[in-house]
């Protein structure tokens, strides 16, 4: 550096010489650059480090505002009753949940367990309208996450120590429960949220297990039987029918799993990961994007710092080798890749930033 250039240096404000440094770090990345009409949108599955509900929708607000996608974080922290397994259950209407040493037990009685998770969902939401109340600008979109009605028949059990699985009538009564609480739910959330359209994602982590038929029974000596394919497709379309009907927007989160996409062309979106995926595997991908659905992509994670020109090309790649053109990346929303849950606080909103 010539001696002129370091006295003009010298005089540069702390926030010029940030953005020079921005501006270098860019350079790095073999200016990557596309044009506006192929932005990406980012948004995280939902979790979140903590347990103070306020500091945490306060950071993810900060972070994916508009025109990314905010989401009711869950603080599983503060106990069995603020997972998304409890949210979830607070929404039953006409079915209880007790907490017992082996999981959550559905009766139709009164239980505590099922009160404290209603109540923490409740008291969540208050602090969601708190935050946006206090926002300039309102939200356009905003996300609410649940466990979705399979891996709910895989996670909650009945009065006789058996998983919900187990019983076509229980499954049954479990999903329509849920489809009759949601209206109240989404309905407190447009409250808090107003003028915003609503995205509601059910997390399906268990959907490939149920499908083959690999969910241990109670006692763990055999599995249960693997669920039918027509179950699975009349559960997705009349859940989905019933978020419509809400005037929102259902995704189906499947993690990792490899999912028939004929199981998925119901949801408005499919939130999956795709690290380790072959082209083979793309190839269902592509399906997806053709037939005009949105992909949230898991990219990012938390636990190891990637260049964005490395995110860029695990897409991007990908992408151009089975023939989708640019112009429809647009249909993509990116996520993390692992549980922000058990990030450090302060790490949680760099990776959030780092997917914007």
Sequence with gaps: MNRRVADSYKILDENERALLADLRAQALEHDINFE????????????????????????????????????????SQRGFQATTLARTIATFEGLEADGTSAGWRINSGFSQESQWARHTFASDINVLADVIGKESAKPRELKIQFVGPLSLSAQLYLTNGERVLSDVGARRDMRDSLIAGLEDQLKS????????????????????????????????????????????????????QAVRQQNAQPVINVGPQVVPVSFLQPFEAVAQSVQGYKDSDWEKIAALVEAGQRLWL???????????????????????????????????????????????????????????
């Design 36 to 75: 506006p009409k192929f932005f990406v949108q980012a948004t995280a599955l939902g979790r979140w480090p903590g347990e103070d509900a306020v500091d945490a929708v306060t950071r993810v607000r900060g972070e994916l505002g508009d025109p990314h996608l905010s989401y009711l974080p869950e603080l």
């Design 298 to 356: 898991a990219t990012v994670n938390p636990h190891a710092k990637q260049s964005v020109r490395t995110l860029v090309d695990s897409i991007f790649g990908p992408w151009r080798r089975v023939g989708l053109p640019a112009a429809q990346l647009s249909q993509i929303s990116l996520t993390e890749s692992a549980s922000l849950e058990h990030c450090r606080l302060e790490d949680a909103p760099a990776v959030l930033a780092h997917l914007t």
């Design 189 to 240: 959330l447009r409250e808090a949220a107003p003028g915003a359209k609503l995205i509601v994602q059910f997390d399906e982590l268990d959907m490939v297990s149920i499908l083959e038929g690999t969910i241990a029974t109670s006692s763990g000596y055999r599995t249960l039987r693997a669920l039918r394919p027509h179950e699975v497709h009349e559960n997705f379309d009349v859940l989905t």
